[in-house]
């Protein structure tokens, strides 16, 4: 597995992670554990937005990564 293919990878589990804090949120009347889970969506959003940066710089460093693949 590449470091490209790994980066999308963990992007989307962090992206699922982050969208079931957010549900957790919504779903609680506790308001503790609302700003919890809101915290930790916030948290894991500054994640992802900081791993995509890295993935557009590995594009960048590596063309193979953003043009179509070839047909064979």
């Not at 900081?50 to 064979?72: A, I, N």
């Amino acid at each position: 597995m590449t470091v490209h293919s790994k980066l999308k990878e963990t992007i989307a589990n962090i992206e699922a992670a982050k969208a079931n804090c957010d549900t957790f949120a919504e779903d609680t009347d506790d308001q503790m554990a609302k700003q919890m889970f809101r915290h930790c969506a916030q948290t894991l959003d500054s994640t992802a937005k900081q791993l995509q940066d890295r993935l557009k710089y590995v594009e960048s460093q590596e063309p193979q990564f953003t043009q179509p693949p070839r047909p064979r």
